[in-house]
């Protein structure tokens, strides 16, 4: 979490101060070793640090955030060891410079030895770098055993955080409530291997963060975190908090990676996508929620969205900071939108008796929404978190915190029906989520980072957590199930870790989780040689939910393919130019134009493709053609002249079957097509755009409203015969008359078969034939002829009827 919100009590929400690099790396801790006193050791050459041993004192050592520091005889090695006591917060703890000693990229050592006396029987210490103002730390942590001289090792590679650190210092976990005395020996932090060259000034548009193929991040072009689903006609919506926002507002380096953690504090927006297979999502944009312009301009802040469909109404529940949560409604999953209460639903419309007792406790945040409705048509919230409330002589937590809450709604949905009921997730932090399967429910959640993992009572850290419930406000701690999910950073590297945040949900048949990590920053931070330089903007991801016989969950495995296509892609409608399956170097942008095949979503939703430069491209998976397409064409507006768009099916560089010239006035939308040809069966679709010979490589060609494939009429198989039947007397009886007429363009053969006999004739293209038949009576009721044909490789079979006839 950015510290200093958490000092400040506030922007808690989404963030941990534990990074990615500090899960995956506690994991990975050496052992801790029991030491007996020593000679003291040399000095650390290359040391960053002052002097670790403490020979004689414990100069640039400083006590920054409290405590007192002192030698001790009690030593790992040699005379003295540096002891920290009196501390007044977690973080009092011995404290040394490092402006400026860190490189990006290079590679680092750090080492030491550390003991305690009191406290837990295992503790966890944090051995950490942070700026001046303390936003945007680094966290290793090691766990030591009581009375024991541990020693750790760590070593990284240093990231921007590293780089922009002001202190190192040795600290317990933020939220442990942990302020035993403890001392340092041997402590250093070297240097062992360079940063390695770096590439040339790259374009973030340019790097593949999406690969071709995987179907994880959702979309490549944006940010989006704490995802949530709604499903709305048959179609399934994700919201998401915007990170792209903060992103925007943050500093960045000159290629535009970012150097300032993510922090929250800017985003005012949810972003809204949609799949009806998926795997090719359409980008809705965003919506705006709070500050001037929004649905809610009198919050601050919109994080973390919660949304449901309820009699054709979209209730999109947010938190505002981690202060509160609000409800906004919609016509659609677009909107427009309408602020029902001009007020919090939480802690606003509970009892002021219920507040004044103490039903929320100091330092529960108010927010992470989640909705529920039963198969009664009973509505439920879910809110809260953090992993340590109350006040003293009351604290509770990291193990029990006890710092979420579920309530019912009234009908309306904007009204509690009650006062809140207390959840018990053990090892609590936030995210709350609710599902229900064969009647059971599910309740899950994220576990913190300070909590002491025990196999089926406590999570580990950092994780889901889910609790199983036959009552979806019965959750006590007895209802606690398991870990759903490890944190991101254990399946997708540096950089991935942090706060973790999630919904379960059935879509046609199958049940899928949504998460967030951090996979489009990691990827830019490779392509710049920087890894794990995320800085906690996060993606949405997507992958299958399994269960077990006896319905506990399987362990979800996060993955870079995500799932399955589950129908086959229509491409003979229109449909919106910013529906992805991947992409390179294309962003999209609001137009007031109405979408054509969301009609539903007008005044608002609809987005074009822009920011498309030559060699960009928009793919989409799994396009059935069928037996062909004809024509495709483009609502375009044209930015420089000269632009085409290539149409290639299966990869960027597959076959050419449409090139597409850009033609129009500049600035103005216009639709150009055509023709397609070789565009058969099933095939990824590649639209692939490209400038004119010559032109600047990095201008923008064009903005794109939608696509339209027409399918190829289909060619007859039938020969073209008109055939009559008419019936005369010839000496008193009757005779029926069959004439045929070839209309077509080839010769044909033609057999007529009656009930009075069968004739073949020989019709030339163009020509017209008859064949008489001699009934032998002098009247005949009415029947059918039959009339096959060929010629070529076309056919001809149809039944033909003739009237009753009499002769005198």
Partial sequence: MSRLAAMLGVAAVLATSVSAAGIADAAQAAPIAVKAAAAEGPT???????????????????????????????????????????????????????????????????????????????????????????????????????????????????????????????????????????????????????????????????????????????????????????????????????????????????????????????????????????????????????????????????????????????????????????????????????????????????????IASGGFPAGMWLFDPEVFIDDDGQGYLYFGGNSQIGTAPNVQGPQNPKSTRVVKLKDDMVTLDGDPVVIDGPGMFEASSMFKRDGKYYYSYSSNFQVNEVPGQYPSRGAIAYMMTDDPMDLSAARYAGVAFQNQGSFFGAGNGGNNHSDMFTYKGGTYFTYHAQTRGAAWAAALGTPGSTQGYRSVHIDKLEFNADGTIKPIVGTRAGVSQVENFNPYRTFEAETLAWQLGLSTAKTDAASVEFPEHNGSGNMVLSGVDDGDFAAIAGVDFGAGASTVSVRVKPLTAGGSVQVRLDNVDGPVVAQIPVDGTAGQWTTVQANVSGATGKHDVFFVFAGPAGGDKNADLFEIDNWTFAAAPVASTDLDLTVSATSRCVAGKSQLVVSVHNADAVAAQVTITTPFGEKKISLAAGATSSASFATRAASIAAGEIQVTGSGGDLTYAESTAYLAHTCG
């Fill in 44 to 354: 650390v050459p290359g040391n960053l640090l002052p002097d670790g041993r403490f020979v004689s004192d414990f100069t640039g050592w400083s006590n920054t955030r409290g405590g007192t520091l002192a030698l001790s005889d009690d030593a790992a090695s040699g005379a003295h060891a540096l002891r920290v006591t009196a501390r007044q917060n977690t973080q009092s703890g011995p404290f040394a410079s490092v402006t400026g000693a860190l490189q990006v990229g290079a590679t680092y050592r750090m080492t030491g030895s550390l003991k305690y006396d009191t406290g837990n029987p295992t503790q966890q210490f944090n051995f950490t770098f942070c700026p001046t103002n303390f936003n945007g730390c680094a966290d290793y942590g090691h766990t030591f055993t009581r009375g024991e001289w541990g020693t750790f090792s760590q070593q990284f590679t240093a990231e921007a955080k590293h780089a922009a650190a002001g202190w190192f210092f040795v600290e317990t976990p933020w939220g442990s409530n942990a302020l035993q005395d403890f001392s340092i020996d041997d402590v250093s932090l070297v240097k062992i291997a360079d940063a390695p060259a770096q590439p040339a000034f790259t374009s973030l548009e340019k790097v593949q963060t999406k690969p071709v193929g995987d179907h994880n991040p959702l979309v490549g072009h944006k940010f989006g975190a704490d995802p949530h689903h709604l499903i709305y006609n048959g179609r399934l919506y994700i919201y998401s908090t915007d990170d792209t926002q903060q992103y925007e507002l943050n500093s960045k380096d000159a290629n535009g990676l970012p150097t300032q953690s993510n922090g929250y504090g800017g985003i005012t927006r949810l972003n809204v996508m949609s799949t009806s297979d998926m795997v090719n999502w359409v980008d809705h944009g965003t919506v705006p929620i709070s500050r001037a312009g929004g649905a809610a301009p009198w919050t601050a802040n919109s994080w973390a969205p919660a949304a449901i469909e309820k009699d054709g109404k979209v209730y999109l529940y947010f938190c505002d900071n981690g202060t509160g949560t609000a409800v906004v409604v919609g016509g659609s999953p677009l909107g427009p939108w309408t602020d029902p209460l001009g007020k919090k639903i939480i802690p606003d419309t509970v009892s002021r008796d219920y």
